[in-house]
């Protein structure tokens, strides 16, 4: 069977090397589905989304991958810089409506 | 860029008070969220707000709060009577015109019930 990654709270990277952050998303009916990264104290901010007609897009630096057959959500960051730790949160639902967010990945980059 | 803010940064407040926290959306958006955070959670929908309305609203959403858009640029969350479990980060986010856009949020305020 086919495997997606394990969602961790924490995962800790040293400058330089690849990050990959998984998310499992509920909702089937989802058309619609956003990174956000939140620094300590602040809102989240905005990084990259997908919409369900697609399975990979990519920005700088990053690419978020979409697996809609097992509701799995990655976003890879290349690259990793001391300044990419922080939480990192799914979010996802129908385009325009409000947003359900999944559990917060703590990354952290050491030099 | 533009940005949505947010006043205060913190409040303090007692039990049963009413508190506004106040949001300036981003000047050409259209579509405005209320979302809470308590601290170490994930970020949870409060009420989504259109053409004066609210569009859309979660359990939490309960008769303690209300929203108003009270001029062309605030955005405003209400608790009439606070309670110890109302503290947490509470975040403003708005959208544009289109359905596909991304919500853009605040820096959040902080509220603390004492």
């Known amino acids: 069977g086919e495997s997606v990654g394990l969602h961790l709270p924490t995962l800790s990277v040293q400058e330089g090397d690849n990050s990959i952050i998984n998310c499992a998303y509920s909702n089937s009916a989802s058309d619609y589905f956003i990174w956000y990264k939140q620094e300590s104290g602040k809102g989240p901010q905005f990084i990259i989304d997908i919409r369900s007609n697609m399975d990979k897009r990519q920005g700088q630096r990053v690419t978020v991958l979409l697996n809609k057959t097992v509701k799995h959500l990655s976003l890879q960051i290349a690259a990793t810089q001391p300044g990419d730790s922080a939480v990192y949160f799914c979010?996802?639902?129908?385009?325009?409506?409000?947003?359900?967010f999944g559990k917060g990945t703590t990354l952290s980059v050491s030099s | 860029e533009p940005e949505v803010t947010q006043t205060p940064s913190h409040q303090v407040t007692q039990m049963g008070q009413e508190v506004i926290l106040r949001c300036v959306p981003i000047?050409?958006?259209?579509?405005f969220y209320w979302y809470r955070q308590i601290l170490g959670q994930k970020v949870e929908f409060l009420v989504s707000f259109y053409n004066n309305e609210i569009s859309e609203k979660s359990e939490i959403f309960d008769d303690q709060f209300s929203v108003e858009r009270p001029d062309g640029s605030n955005f405003t969350l209400k608790i009439r009577s606070t309670k110890l479990e109302d503290s947490a980060m509470y975040f403003c986010?708005?959208?544009?015109?289109?359905?596909?856009?991304?919500?853009?949020f605040g820096p959040g305020t902080r509220l603390l019930v004492l």
């Open positions: 986010a708005s959208r544009g015109r289109t359905t596909s856009e991304t919500q853009y």
């Open positions: 000047s050409n958006h259209l579509y």
């Open positions: 979010a996802w639902g129908q385009a325009g409506t409000a947003l359900i």
